[in-house]
Each structure stands twice: as structure tokens, then as C-alpha cells.
């Protein structure tokens, strides 16, 4: 005789940390009376979207580590959570177009450069050529 364990919901396996960070935010946001729709569309169970959000809050997630106490979090929390992450992804992007134009400025400066460079090279044959001239000129 065999005994056959059900499976376990696999729900944690095919999201990634991403994902579950995303889906506990958007949930915590959904008004009361969607929130079972939500979770049926996305095709987890309310355990496992709880056992995600003890992680999340105790910063587990990552590992996947459920905390054995509860922690409270309310929606004020996910509201500034979603707010700093706007933030940093816009901050990011800001970040990212100063780089840009600090290479531009770069590329300017080396034209600079080398356009000074050669000045100081026709300068510098200038100079000779007028020494040589004042010399025959002298005699």
C-alpha cells in the first residue's frame, strides 16, 4: 500500500519575489469586495497570499521564511511602500538621463581637447617659424 500526499500549492514556485511583492501591494490597494475576485484571477489562495504577506513584512520574502509571529501592517504602509518605490524608479530614470548627458558633456570636453591640443601644436610651429624668419631677417 502507497500513501499519496497531495501537493502542496506550487503558487510559490511560479512567482517570483517580484511578482509577490507586486501582487501583496495591488492587493492591500483593491477596495473590499474585490479582493477574492483578485486572487481567483491571479490563481492563489487567500493562505498563500497571507503566507506571503507575513514574509513580506518581516522582510522575508526573499528567503521564503514565514515568520512564526504575526506582524500588523496596514494599508497606510503598502500606500508609502508604493510611493517610495515610485519614487526610486523616478529617481532612477532622472539618475540614469544626468549619466547620459554627462557622457555628452564628456565626448564635448575630449573634442575640446584635442581641438586645444592641436592650437598649441600650430602655435608652437608659428612660434618657430617666426624665430626662423627673424634670424635670416637679422643678418
Known amino acids: 500500500m502507497t500513501v499519496v500526499i497531495p501537493p502542496t500549492s506550487r503558487a510559490s514556485e511560479e512567482f517570483t ?6 501582487i501583496i501591494m495591488t492587493y492591500a490597494q483593491i477596495p473590499y469586495g474585490g479582493k477574492k475576485k483578485y486572487l481567483a ?3 492563489i489562495t487567500y493562505k498563500v497570499l497571507n503566507r506571503w504577506n507575513k ?3 518581516a522582510g522575508d520574502i526573499d528567503t521564503g521564511l ?3 509571529k504575526n506582524v500588523r501592517m ?5 500606500h508609502e511602500i508604493r510611493r517610495l518605490k515610485d519614487l526610486t524608479k523616478s ?3 532622472r ?4 549619466e547620459g548627458a554627462l557622457e555628452e558633456k564628456d565626448k564635448q570636453l575630449s573634442i575640446k ?3 586645444n591640443a592641436a592650437h598649441a601644436r600650430a602655435v608652437d610651429s608659428l612660434g618657430k617659424a617666426i624665430a626662423i624668419m627673424q634670424k635670416y631677417t637679422d643678418k
Open 17 to 22: 519575489t517580484e511578482q509577490k511583492r507586486e
Open 66 to 68: 514565514t515568520p512564526k
Open 95 to 98: 539618475v540614469a538621463e544626468l
Open 74 to 78: 496596514d494599508t497606510s504602509d503598502i
Open 91 to 93: 529617481l532612477e530614470q
Open 113 to 115: 581637447d584635442e581641438q
Open 41 to 43: 484571477k491571479i490563481g
Open 55 to 57: 514574509q513580506f513584512i
